[in-house]
């Protein structure tokens, strides 16, 4: 099967689409054959060896993939032909830029029945970052005031989304030129955080949502009780400190796959509540063009690879 590979760090040219063998499933996991693959921040990071999740080359990177199950190993929650999401593995390797993805079945979900193979894709690691910061970690209700960085992004424009459907307030930081889509997606406020200081416009937040690695900043923003969801410094022991020593509480958030959570997701995308937006697709063999899209930071949503 195509696969994309990697042989060591490097920038985009490092990816290389070549022939490995299709993996088997085992027991309790089902064999993808994926149609979509969405490219992921981390996933460029990763490539880099500036995130050594994977330790050293070679290993393929990408991780969300919406496809058909292929083969079902015994004791699967799905039969050959169902159409599946999500994200297995992370942080671990899932090779998801491939023709074909083995997975446990538990870190897959039905695929929103609403959506294409290529929306579907761009759902999982971005909604399920959000999910699990809004929803598991600082349970947003309704009325809370949630502040969320980079609104436009891949997790940001999921992010507003899921916490309107909590019924918070939610104030957006994006750049003018992506105000109006922001607001399109339920932003109740959207700020220019090029032109205005966050920190200044925003002092009483119930929950900060960052992803910016901007813990010690967005800290000024939330109310004393509230929460700061961290994305990108989750494991910063230091910021959970002072956030804990200022009144506040720390969540660092670490996406985890969660067959449950991606149920309720495309439940909600079928009552027509969340909608992915892909930026752009590229075909496997133009994965570098895909990344360099990514690194650009340009994208307004998800960047998909097809297959």
Known sequence: MRAVIQ???????????????????????????????????VDAAVRSG?????????????????GVVEEAGPGARFAVGDEVYGM?????????????????????????????????AALPLAALTAWQG???????????????????????????????????????????ARHEFVRGLGADEVIDYRTTDFTEAVRDADVVFDSTA??????????PGGVLVSILE???TELAATVAAAGRRFAGVLVEPDYASLEAIAALV??????????????????????????????????????
């Open 214 to 223: 901007q813990g010690a900043r967005s800290l000024l923003s939330l109310r």
């Open 134 to 176: 809004l929803v598991d970690a600082a349970g947003v209700k309704e009325g809370d005031r949630v502040l969320i960085h980079r609104a436009a992004g891949g997790v940001g424009h999921l992010a507003v989304q899921i916490a309107k459907i909590r019924g918070a307030h939610v104030t957006a930081l994006a750049s003018a």
């Open 50 to 66: 500036a995130l050594p999740l994977l330790g050293e080359p070679p290993f393929g990177v990408g991780w969300d993939v919406s």
């Open 7 to 41: 042989k060591s760090f490097g920038g985009p040219e490092v990816l290389e689409v070549t022939e490995i063998e299709r993996p088997r499933p085992l027991g309790g996991e089902v064999l993808i054959r994926v149609h979509a693959s969405a490219v992921n921040p």
């Open 234 to 236: 989750h494991d910063d």
């Open 88 to 120: 297995p593995f992370f942080p671990r390797a899932a090779t998801g830029y491939a023709e074909y993805v083995a997975a446990p079945s538990r870190q897959v979900a039905r695929k929103p029945a609403t959506l294409d193979h290529v929306h579907a």
């Open 270 to 307: 079928d009552a027509g509540r969340i909608r992915p937006h892909v930026d752009s697709t590229f075909p496997l063999a133009e994965v570098g063009k895909a990344h360099q899209r990514i690194e650009s930071g340009q994208a307004q949503g998800k960047i998909v690879l097809t297959l």
